[in-house]
């Protein structure tokens, strides 16, 4: 696709998934059974549980351990929707890369300024319905994951953008973390599992939203010093 076309899609496609939230609220429904088995092994089971709960229940909930039949449609079946979910952000994402957007950003930084409140404003708006809802609102919480989140995403990435193109040294270091994403990403996977597995800490559903803020700083701020350290020596 050309770079009109990616953009097009990219719209067309996020239009698709806000339209979802047409589909009639269904309230509060009983937690499939996934979840209650899920919370038990996350809170205290050992190593092992885990490995055998990921390899027999699929993440949709369909499967409850005892048909590999079921359990491969359901995995199937959520990779799927996983795939759709995100498939927009990789097409906006082609488009800016195209584009050479980041490589150049001070060329359309206008642009950029103009647009980033309009971004915003489209974020939280299809964000705040599902915040204040009483109980469980399915319209609220689609329009809320398909369009509230990725528009915060892109209105957080353009701020970063913004402030970076004025010649900011202090977003230097968050580069190294960035150079190295892929090793980052298996750290933070290891001391998480770690500090709220049952087989670590067993902190899961413990901490609550302000320590929990706290931890992710400050695990952060490890990984840009580890990162800084590493990629200067």
């Given at each position: 696709l050309k770079k009109r076309g990616l953009l097009i899609s990219a719209l067309i496609w996020f239009g698709v998934l806000g339209l979802t939230a047409l589909i009639p609220d269904v309230g509060e429904t009983p937690a499939p059974y996934f979840y209650s088995a899920e919370q038990a092994i996350l809170s205290d089971g050992s190593y092992r549980d885990h490995i055998q709960f990921r390899a027999t229940h699929d993440l949709i909930g369909i499967s409850t351990g005892d048909s590999t039949v079921v359990f491969v449609f359901g995995e199937l079946f959520y990779q799927l929707s996983a795939v759709l979910t995100v498939m927009p952000m990789f097409l906006f994402g082609a488009f800016v890369a195209r584009s050479k957007w980041l490589e150049a950003f001070h060329l359309y930084r206008k642009k950029a300024l103009f647009l980033l409140p309009v971004i915003g404003l489209i974020g939280i708006g299809a964000k705040l319905p599902n915040a204040f809802a009483e109980g469980l609102n399915t319209q609220y919480q689609t329009l809320s994951i398909y369009i509230g989140a990725p528009f915060l995403a892109l209105f957080y990435g353009t701020c970063i953008a913004i402030f970076v193109s004025y010649g900011s040294k202090w977003f230097l270091p968050f580069a190294n973390i960035g150079k190295m994403a892929f090793s980052n990403y298996i750290l933070q996977s290891i001391l998480f599992t770690l500090i709220f597995y049952g087989y670590g800490l067993g902190l899961h559903?413990?901490?609550?939203?302000f320590y929990g803020v706290l931890l992710s700083i400050g695990v952060?701020?490890?990984?840009?010093?580890l990162s800084s350290i590493w990629l200067r020596f």
């Amino acid at each position: 696709l050309k770079k009109r076309g990616l953009l097009i899609s990219a719209l067309i496609w996020f239009g698709v998934l806000g339209l979802t939230a047409l589909i009639p609220d269904v309230g509060e429904t009983p937690a499939p059974y996934f979840y209650s088995a899920e919370q038990a092994i996350l809170s205290d089971g050992s190593y092992r549980d885990h490995i055998q709960f990921r390899a027999t229940h699929d993440l949709i909930g369909i499967s409850t351990g005892d048909s590999t039949v079921v359990f491969v449609f359901g995995e199937l079946f959520y990779q799927l929707s996983a795939v759709l979910t995100v498939m927009p952000m990789f097409l906006f994402g082609a488009f800016v890369a195209r584009s050479k957007w980041l490589e150049a950003f001070h060329l359309y930084r206008k642009k950029a300024l103009f647009l980033l409140p309009v971004i915003g404003l489209i974020g939280i708006g299809a964000k705040l319905p599902n915040a204040f809802a009483e109980g469980l609102n399915t319209q609220y919480q689609t329009l809320s994951i398909y369009i509230g989140a990725p528009f915060l995403a892109l209105f957080y990435g353009t701020c970063i953008a913004i402030f970076v193109s004025y010649g900011s040294k202090w977003f230097l270091p968050f580069a190294n973390i960035g150079k190295m994403a892929f090793s980052n990403y298996i750290l933070q996977s290891i001391l998480f599992t770690l500090i709220f597995y049952g087989y670590g800490l067993g902190l899961h559903g413990q901490l609550g939203v302000f320590y929990g803020v706290l931890l992710s700083i400050g695990v952060y701020a490890l990984q840009v010093l580890l990162s800084s350290i590493w990629l200067r020596f």
